[in-house]
């Protein structure tokens, strides 16, 4: 079983940064694939980016790409979410996701571990 935690969440002001976290519980696979994903009040869960654990590449949705940074951190089993330039539209609860699995995932039914979730605020 595959435990994720996130930390990091709070309220910001547009244009400011945030740094999300989300910290695997257990021995970590190389074979991980690791997404961020968003739910703003009233709307469905979208994927924000991924990486893969092994080889570091990433993918990001459009409306992120440029101000969003996914890395990972083999020493603190940790994968990082940096947010620069933040909008209010950016609002919403941030999920991290994990799966084993060799392609970069982008829909949240590829992802099988789940953390709480955090929120984020962004004021105008």
């Given amino acids: 079983q595959v435990q994720l935690v996130e930390s990091g969440g709070g ?5 400011g940064s945030l740094r999300l ?11 991980y694939v690791m997404g ?3 739910q703003a009040p009233g709307k469905e869960r979208e994927f924000v ?3 893969r654990w092994r080889v570091a590449d990433t993918v990001y949705a459009d409306s992120v790409k ?3 940074t996914i890395s990972r951190d083999d ?9 620069n330039s933040l909008k209010p539209e950016d609002t919403a ?7 084993f699995g060799g392609l970069l995932k982008t ?3 590829g992802y099988r571990y789940w953390g709480q979730g955090t929120q984020v605020t962004v004021a105008s």
């Fill in 107 to 109: 829909t949240s039914d």
């Fill in 21 to 31: 976290s989300c910290t695997i519980a257990g021995r970590v696979s190389y074979y």
């Fill in 36 to 38: 961020w994903f968003r």
């Fill in 93 to 99: 609860v941030y999920y991290c996701a994990g799966d």
């Fill in 49 to 51: 980016g991924a990486i």
């Fill in 75 to 83: 020493a603190k089993n940790t994968v990082s979410l940096q947010m």
């Fill in 66 to 68: 440029g101000r969003f």
């Fill in 11 to 15: 309220l910001v002001q547009a244009g």
